[in-house]
Antibody, heavy 120, light 111 residues
Framework: QVRLQQSGAGLLKPSETLSLTCAVYGGSFSGYYWSWIRQSPGKGLEWIGEINHSGSTKYIPSLMSRVTISLDPSKNQFSLRLNSVTAADTAVYYC??????????????WGQGTLVTVSS | QSVLTQAPSASGTPGQSVTISCSGG????????VNWYQQLPGAAPKLLIY???QRPSGVPDRFSGSKSGTSASLAISGLQSEDEADYYC????????????FGGGTKLTVL
């Protein structure tokens, strides 16, 4: 059973860079899509982007200029970087893996979530 | 403003059936399947239904999903108190390079 464990800084100042890592236990990187999704306080879910096992990425248009998702199979982890954060980026950030080999793109296994607060 | 539209709230009493709806457009629900997530208070979302009507292992058959055109529905029968949660629909949008879109969520209250 795959388990995703998130880590990273939870408090940032405006203009700083958000950096989160998702460690993967119990599963392979091959054949899956790895996503980051966020949820602003009291709000709904917003997909940020994804990376596949080959390193190909897709991002939501509204964040494309500031976001980078990368993969490190040797460390069994993938990461999110979001530049120039503002208060609007305050949210719980989740990492997720595709559900199974037949539905490898559907975020089906989620990390525990990391609350990131942007405040001066 | 979410790309997929859901009613903000729904309610029912134990044992009743409830339906939660999701409306989209030609670039998302009209082109791709729908997935549903259940989010209990303070927890990460959990995949409840995928590919319109498939249940991951462990999800009770009280939960069922359907899709027609640009609309989708999640039905819950035999409502239980532990079903009280937020429910989100999601679909892949084929605009530009493609991206996942979610509904704004429906908060289900079990009275």
């Amino acid at each position: 059973q795959v388990r995703l464990q998130q880590s990273g800084a939870g408090l940032l100042k405006p203009s700083e860079t958000l950096s989160l890592t998702c460690a993967v236990y119990g599963g392979s990187f091959s054949g899956y899509y790895w996503s980051w999704i966020r949820q602003s306080p009291g709000k709904g879910l917003e997909w940020i982007g994804e990376i596949n096992h080959s390193g190909s990425t897709k991002y939501i248009p509204s964040l494309m200029s500031r976001v980078t998702i990368s993969l490190d199979p040797s460390k069994n982890q993938f990461s999110l970087r979001l530049n120039s954060v503002t208060a609007a980026d305050t949210a719980v950030y989740y990492c997720a893996r595709g559900y199974n080999s037949q539905s490898s793109g559907i975020p089906g296994h989620w990390g525990q979530g990391t609350l990131v607060t942007v405040s001066s | 403003q979410s790309v997929l539209t859901q009613a903000p709230s729904a309610s029912g009493t134990p044992g009743q059936s409830v339906t939660i709806s999701c409306s989209g457009g030609s670039s998302n629900l009209g082109s791709n399947t729908v997935n549903w997530y259940q989010q209990l208070p303070g927890a990460a979302p959990k995949l409840l239904i995928y590919n319109n009507n498939q249940r991951p292992s462990g999800v009770p058959d009280r939960f069922s999903g359907s899709k027609s055109g640009t609309s989708a529905s999640l039905a819950i029968s035999g409502l239980q108190s532990e079903d009280e949660a937020d429910y989100y629909c999601a679909s892949w949008d084929v605009t530009l390079k493609g991206f996942w879109v979610f509904g704004g969520g429906t908060k289900l209250t079990v009275l």
